[in-house]
């Protein structure tokens, strides 16, 4: 309800006038500086008599100078900029005395243009993130108005032109700075990405200025964490359009109605693509970045690669390295052997080699289980390869951590319900806990023994102190392999809490009784004494 003393019947312009005008006497007054550079910026647009001002605002793009200052400046070459290039006021051309003042100002212009962008893309590494995130807007503002005002014979609209890719080129050597970490301007960039036109010279450029930096031996560890980051933003997915006036395009487009007009060349844009993949996994990469890699390389990669194969010896040299590290190479190695055509027989083996205890307490763990259980669905499989991954993940229940058993136990009936001739280690009576043939330390599964073996370790489990785990143990004992295959997703992330949680929520019993005789009013019990030397009617 509104307050009717503070708002009497009045005209709804007349209270909005009110308002503003209280907010204009809070609204804080601009610092001299930076009404200083305004009044400049606005003197040039309105006079080119004082074009000299562009060089005092330029003064102030720098990295040392204040951020509000820095801001001022960059709005107000903007502005200039904008207006002069919208009127065709710069004018790429050597300078001489035979030539026109007017041409000779157009040349002093674009001279102060390039100047002015070289300025913007060193600030794209300024401390303070507004002030590189204007800079970037401003210099993809500029790429925008040059193309939109080319002149008809300058080149036709399909493409871009030699203008905006210098302009692109210089933002990304900027971005992929061997000196500046640039994770925030990247981050800020990618919803440029988004446009196809962008994301097609932004491969094309990185490609070449990775080539240069190998070939020149200028690769550091900054230039390497700043083309990683670009190259994780880069998304590759959705591109297969057959109709390229729907592309979603920065430039090349009729703005009137909205369909673009760039040719999409797709096997160049994956060429570039795997270009810059194959020239940064040459280079040194630190175990972080390694990990990064082999997460996203078998989604993300892979799939748009023109060549995928190209990767075998990189993919296979980190399945070998063990621990985290050949987890993470797993899924890549089995997208080379299930959609390439990879020859790796030693591929089982080494998969049977990770099921050791460490598997069950990486952050990984869930990632490793899933993908182990789609490369052991096959039911071709011979039954001793898939009773030593059996035995080994039952042997590895014994020390595992609780959260983790459940899992382990239904992933293991998966298994029988595939291979119903491996029921039989359930409780086989020709294998003694005292003469187990099983050789845990055998790291080949066809000498381990395992399908002479019996399950021993999850009848122990049983007698575990959880409920949940001794549960899980005696319904593979006591009922066998099921009909259909048990949910393994549901348990691969369980968590102390939620096990916890789940416990106290149990209702273990539902009527708990306090007499043996039903109660007749306040009367005792019968074989109570009370009641012999009492009687209440």
Not at 298 to 306: A, E, G, S, T
Request: proline content about 4%; charged content about 25%.
């Amino acid at each position: 309800m509104k307050n009717k003393r503070k708002y009497p019947d009045q005209p709804e312009v007349e209270k909005t006038m009110k308002k503003l005008a209280k907010l204009s006497k809070v609204a804080k007054t601009d610092r001299p500086i930076v009404k200083e550079i305004k009044e400049k910026a606005a003197a040039v647009v309105e006079s080119r008599k004082n074009a000299n001002n562009i060089v005092d605002l330029i003064g102030h793009l720098e990295l040392t100078e204040p951020g509000y200052a820095v801001a001022a400046a960059i709005q107000g070459v903007k502005r200039i900029f904008t207006v002069a290039i919208e009127k065709h006021e710069l004018l790429e051309k050597e300078d001489s005395d035979e030539i026109p003042a007017e041409d000779k100002y157009r040349i002093w212009m674009y001279n102060r243009f390039q100047e002015v962008v070289k300025k913007l893309c060193t600030l794209l590494h300024h401390k303070k993130a507004s002030v590189s995130t204007l800079a970037l807007a401003s210099i993809m503002s500029f790429l925008k108005t040059s193309w939109v005002s080319r002149e008809k014979g300058e080149a036709d609209k399909a493409d871009w032109g030699q203008k905006e890719r210098e302009m692109i080129n210089s933002v990304i050597l900027s971005v992929c700075s061997n000196k500046h970490q640039a994770k925030n301007v990247i981050t800020r960039f990618q919803e440029f990405l988004l446009y196809i036109d962008v994301k097609f010279y932004f491969l094309k450029q990185l490609s070449k200025i990775i080539s240069v930096a190998v070939k020149g031996d200028k690769v550091n560890p900054v230039f390497l964490e700043n083309v990683l980051s670009s190259l994780e933003v880069v998304g590759m997915e959705n591109l297969d359009i057959t109709d390229s006036s729907k592309l979603n395009t920065f430039l090349c487009k009729d703005l009137a109605v909205g369909e673009s007009s760039f040719k999409l060349d797709m096997v160049e844009m994956k060429k570039h693509f795997g270009n810059c993949w194959l020239q940064t996994l040459k280079c040194k990469i630190n175990l972080d970045q390694y990990k990064r890699v082999l997460t996203i390389l078998h989604d993300k990669v892979l799939p748009f690669l023109p060549r995928p194969l190209l990767l075998t010896d990189f993919l296979l040299s980190s399945y070998n390295v063990g621990g985290s590290i050949s987890l993470l190479a797993l899924s890549g190695v089995f997208t080379l052997i299930s959609k390439h055509n990879l020859e790796y027989p030693e591929f089982y083996t080494k998969l049977y080699q990770l099921f050791t205890p460490e598997v069950l307490h990486v952050k990984y763990m869930a990632r490793f289980f899933h993908l182990a259980d789609i490369f052991l669905t096959s039911t071709h499989l011979p039954a001793y390869l898939v009773a030593a991954f059996t035995k080994r993940l039952a042997r590895l229940c014994l020390t595992a951590p609780s959260t983790s058993i459940p899992m382990a136990i239904r992933f293991i009936h998966n298994l029988m319900f595939r291979h119903s001739g491996l029921a039989k280690m359930i409780d086989n009576p020709d294998s003694k806990v005292s003469e187990d043939p099983f050789d845990n330390k055998e790291t080949d599964p066809a000498k381990c023994g395992a399908l002479n073996s019996s399950l021993w370790e999850i009848l122990s489990l049983q007698n575990h102190v959880l409920p949940q785990v001794s549960t899980a143990a005696k319904d593979l004992i006591e009922k066998g392999v099921r009909e259909n295959e048990l949910d393994v997703s549901a348990l691969l992330e369980t968590t102390w809490q939620e096990m916890f949680e789940k416990e106290t929520k149990k209702k273990v019993f539902a009527n708990v009784p306090t007499n043996w005789e039903a109660p007749d009013g306040l009367k005792m019990s019968k074989d109570d004494i009370w009641s012999q030397i009492f009687e209440i009617a």
